[in-house]
Nanobody
Framework: QVQLVESGGGSVQPGGSLRLSCTIS????????MGWFRQAPGKEREGVAS???????TYAGSVKGRFTISKDDAKNTLYLQMKSLKSEDTAMYYC??????????????????WGQGTQVTVS
């Protein structure tokens, strides 16, 4: 069973920065497809960024150039560095993982394992 635990959320002013972390416990960590999603109240969950086992990344258009996804294989940790935050970035952020090939990194159905979420508020 893959377990994911997010941290690093909080409140920040517009233009500020935050870094989210997600520690993933799984012996297949280095081969996982991993991603970050977010969900604002009353809205559908949307893919923010993903990274595959060899480090290829994809981003939603709304965050490209502002957010950076990365992973530290030595620490089994996934990161999301967020800069130039806007009020519309306010949401619950979730990390996700899947043992399969990363075909649809920004689509929720790609992933079988999810963290509990961490709140990001920009105001």
């Amino acid at each position: 069973q893959v377990q994911l635990v997010e941290s690093g959320g909080g409140s920040v002013q517009p233009g500020g920065s935050l870094r989210l972390s997600c520690t993933i416990s799984d012996y297949t960590y280095s081969r996982l497809c991993m991603g970050w999603f977010r969900q604002a109240p009353g809205k559908e969950r949307e893919g923010v960024a993903s990274v595959d086992s060899v480090g290829r990344t994809t981003y939603a258009g709304s965050v490209k150039g502002r957010f950076t996804i990365s992973k530290d294989d030595a620490k089994n940790t996934l990161y999301l560095q967020m800069k130039s935050l806007k009020s519309e970035d306010t949401a619950m952020y979730y990390c996700a993982a899947d043992r399969g090939y990363c075909s649809y990194g920004l689509r929720a159905f790609q992933y079988n394992y999810w963290g509990q979420g961490t709140q990001v508020t920009v105001s």
